[in-house]
């Protein structure tokens, strides 16, 4: 995420990305997550979390692929 980017913009262009997930970035721990509710994905996750918005990305893209 740039500096020019707010966290805001973001989550949009993340949940544009992934519309199967519902992605979460708290505040109070800088912390990006992204969850499928209930339901597992094929390696038994359904929640995935990282440091920074690219980290989550990348996670994602690697369980959608």
């Known amino acids: 995420m740039t500096q020019t980017t707010s966290a805001d ?3 949009a262009r993340l949940k544009d990305e992934f ?7 708290t505040q109070d721990t800088c912390r990006w997550w992204a969850n499928r509710g209930p339901l597992c994905d094929e ?3 359904s929640c995935i979390d990282a440091d920074t918005a690219d980290g989550l990305r990348e996670k994602l893209r690697k369980l959608d692929s």
């Not at 519309?19 to 970035?25: D, E, G, M, V």
């Open 43 to 45: 390696h038994g996750r």
């Open 9 to 11: 913009e973001t989550l």
């Open 19 to 25: 519309p199967r997930w519902s992605i979460i970035y």
